[in-house]
Every structure is written in C-alpha cells, then in structure tokens.
C-alpha cells in the first residue's frame, strides 16, 4: 500500500512539474531593424502581450526589458522597467467580468495564453479570458510603418467568438 501511495505521490509530483513548465514565460526581445546590432529601438513583450520581461533582458539598468533605446556606448537602457515594472493591459465586459496583465499590480489575473510568437522584429501574443474563453485579445508589436528603424506599432484587436452579445467593453493600457 505504501508502495502505491509513493508511486502516486510521484506520479502528481511529476505532472505537476510538467503542468508548470508547459505554463512557463517565454517572452521575447524585439528589435525595430530586426538585428541587435543595428537596432536603436528595442522591446521586451511577455507572453500575454504586457511589457517588462526578464527573459531575454538586455538592458544595463533594470533587471527586465521594457521600452528600450541603444545608447552611444552601445548599451541598452530601459525606460518602462527601472523602480517598477509598472506597464501592462486591461479589459472588461460587461461591467463585471475583467481581466489584466501588469508585472508590478498582481502579475497576470484572469487570462490565459493561447499562443505567442515572436521574430527578431515582432511578435504577437493572444489570450483570452479565463472566465469567458469567446473573448480574446492579441496584440501584434512590430516596426512602424511610418518610421520602421525608430519606432514600434502594437495592432490590438478585441474578438468577441462567445455566441453572446458583450456590452461595456473597455480596454486600458
């Protein structure tokens, strides 16, 4: 009986280790030229579309990377990061059901990822919310199409797939 017990217990153990790696950040570091080596410009984007990831970090005055600019020495530093890893995203429908990604109010709250993909230059990330799957939200970060070798767009796009009418619906950054 014991035997079986330890088993199980090791059987949890391991799925759950599995369960946690399958849900680990990946994250990405973004380049407006698409080359670290050429870029001036570049953004850190965690899987659920907010600023501010450590994976990746390249920047010399934060441990994450947010916003960041090349300066003349060739180092990285951060503008959204440093003192507080205070940017992320929000939405709400209906007048009760919400869900935000920001690293420094409670991390990630009722969203789940359904995939992120990134290239050197851009990457997109979409989720939906936990509690009413029908209603996802991606973000697409890449160069502006105005000024591609200074500046970043982010495209968000709000779908409803839930087969219910939504009212209320806000989105803040």
Do not use: Q
């Amino acid at each position: 009986m014991k035997r079986t017990y330890t088993r199980l217990a090791s059987a949890l153990f391991a799925t759950g280790l599995l369960f946690a790696a399958g849900h680990a950040s990946a994250g990405a570091v973004i380049y407006n030229t698409g080359d670290a080596m050429t870029a001036t410009v570049a953004m850190g984007i965690n899987d659920e579309g907010h600023l501010n990831t450590s994976t990746g970090n390249i920047v010399a005055n934060s441990g994450a990377t947010g916003l960041d600019a090349k300066f003349a020495d060739g180092s990285w530093r951060d503008a959204t990061s440093p003192g507080c890893y205070c940017e992320g995203w929000g939405v709400s429908v209906n007048g009760t059901t919400s869900g935000y990604a920001n690293v420094s109010v409670d991390g990630v709250i009722n969203l789940s990822v359904d995939s992120f993909g990134s290239t050197a230059s851009s990457a997109t990330s979409m989720v939906h919310l936990t509690s009413l799957p029908g209603l996802t939200v991606t973000h697409a970060y890449s160069p502006s199409d105005n000024a591609p070798g200074v500046l970043f767009k982010t495209v968000v796009t709000i779908t409803n797939t839930t087969g219910a009418t939504v009212n209320d619906l806000k989105y803040v950054r």
